[in-house]
């Protein structure tokens, strides 16, 4: 027993003996920390950045394991973010086309500035040439990379990886993923437009002019929006001087800004919309599915769908218009144009508003109506519309005339033709590759039958989401007919969109009147106070930060109205 018990003795502090000199080892000395960090930083680099990357889109070094060293240019290692940081050779080769920038995809401690010698396998994530896995990372002092001076449109697999500085002046041009993913695009020269929206665009040309713009966050649908204080992003905003680090990854190449960017407001809020004259008003408006059935294509609840109202009902009293031409209105008989007649007359005064029945509304899921005011104009006979099969939606056509005093007739036919989705299409109706998507043939035989059928009445004006730019073949089929396009006689070029997709504006929503009625427009305009709004700021509340909504006219749908002035007289 006393035996056993001295040998136990004897182990236990030998054992302690042993704790006490790993833990004297644990908190070596600085100099001998030192001494490590001196001999990790005596193993040189095998390859330079501008090897790893090549002069290619994916590295010739791709699997293979390299060690380089570069200074610390951003870090971006949190949990939410990238987990990673870049680096930057501060002797660049002369080689223009490799950059000298790359990824680390490691969590090791480092700051902004540290010269670091990486060891890692040089693989492609996502398009982007990145060290993982990476087996060291060591700080062997400090360093300084000047930021590259770069220009829209530019070659962006030269500088991948590198600290880059745009000193010109760059335009938001698009926001959707703003609020969901800290994401917007910005473009060179201003906003982009559509190809085929007749403002001279090119497509090739327009995707060399932008630049996605990223916040270095994983996170989806952050708590802090970026650039939403003191005001929200427009787009039409602008900035200069905008610096980062050029990423790529999700098929698109994005700057990782490392100082944060400032946005001048350079598209101010338009509070009214601008004055287009005449002695009655003359509205289109796609309301963005406006249903009094919840959990259908509007609404989920009953409170948004008051935050829908109140926002429909405050883009509509700034518009003023005597008659409104107003599409994806749900398509359950009166009921919800009533509902917003009625909230609408609420605002605005008892018996302001009423609304033309629809004699055809069709089967789809929304229709087009007609709202007007009784004291400004009157109905002329009955409502009307086509039994062309052509329309999924049919069209709404109706008289008016000045309710007092006499004065020319004009008759509204109000529209929503075919979208641009792909969904069922077939034959002629497929993308043709020409920039006008899907179901272009079955918009230009709409365009006909309109065509055909405002050539039978007294001073058309055909209104309302064309699902067709400018430049498209519907537009051209109507013109052609005689129909003249009021907004490309009134609007300004840069300001003549209604829509923003992919980043690019264009003119979904127009107003064309026979030449006899052109010649009473008195004016016209684009109220832009939704296609330039964020999506975040409408009526839907998932995803949406509550401290944004307002119950303002500002993002009450997707589209921008259309408002034109008629002299009758």
Known sequence: ??????????????????????????????????????????TPATHEIAQVQGSGSASPLNGQTVRVEGVVTADFQGADQLKGFFIQDPTPDKDPSTSDGLFVYSTKDVAVGDRVLATGKAVEYNGLTELSPVTAVDVCGRGRVTPTRAKLPYDP?????????????LTATETYQLGRYGEVTVSAGGRLFQP?????????????????????????????????????????????????????????????????AHFARTNPRPAKPENVGGDVRVASFNTLNWFTTLDERGADTAAEQERQLAKLVAALKGLDADVVGLMEVENNGDTAVKALVDRLNAAVGAGTYSW?????????????????????????????SSGEPVF????????????????????????????????????????????????????????????ALAAGEENPLVLGDLNAYTGEDPIRTLTASGLVGQTERFVRPAQRYSYVFD??????????????????VTGATIWHINSDEPTFLDYNQEYNPPAFYRPDAFRSSDHDPVLLGLRLR
């Open 196 to 260: 085929t929206d007749a403002h001279g665009s090119d497509q090739a040309e327009n995707d060399r002019r932008r630049l996605l713009v990223d916040d270095a966050s994983t996170v989806q649908n952050p708590a802090k929006i970026p650039y939403t204080d003191p005001r929200v992003l427009r787009i039409g905003d602008s900035t200069t001087g905008l610096t980062g680090v050029l990423s790529e990854g999700f098929g698109s190449y994005r700057l990782q800004p490392t100082r944060a």
């Open 392 to 451: 999924e939606r049919p069209p709404l056509v109706q008289a008016f005339q000045r309710a007092r005093g006499g004065g020319a007739t004009f008759t509204t036919i109000v529209n929503h033709f075919k979208s641009k989705g792909c969904t069922g299409a077939t034959g002629p109706d497929k993308d043709q590759g020409d920039g006008q998507s899907c179901f272009n043939a079955r918009r230009v035989s709409q365009a006909k039958a309109i065509a």
């Open 503 to 520: 980043g690019q504006s264009g003119e979904l929503d127009h107003a064309l009147a026979a030449k006899g009625l052109s010649r009473r």
């Open 157 to 169: 697999e030269r500088y991948e990886g590198m600290l880059l500085r745009f000193g010109q002046r």
């Open 1 to 42: 027993m006393r035996r056993t018990a001295a040998v136990l003795a004897t182990a236990l502090s030998a054992g302690l003996a042993v704790g006490v000199h790993a833990a004297q080892a644990a908190q070596a000395s600085p100099a001998s920390q030192a001494s490590r960090a001196e001999r990790a930083c005596g």
């Open 356 to 384: 033309v029945r629809h004699p055809n509304p069709g089967t789809d899921e929304i229709h087009v109506a007609l709202i007007y005011k009784p004291a400004r104009v009157r109905p002329v006979g009955a409502a009307r």
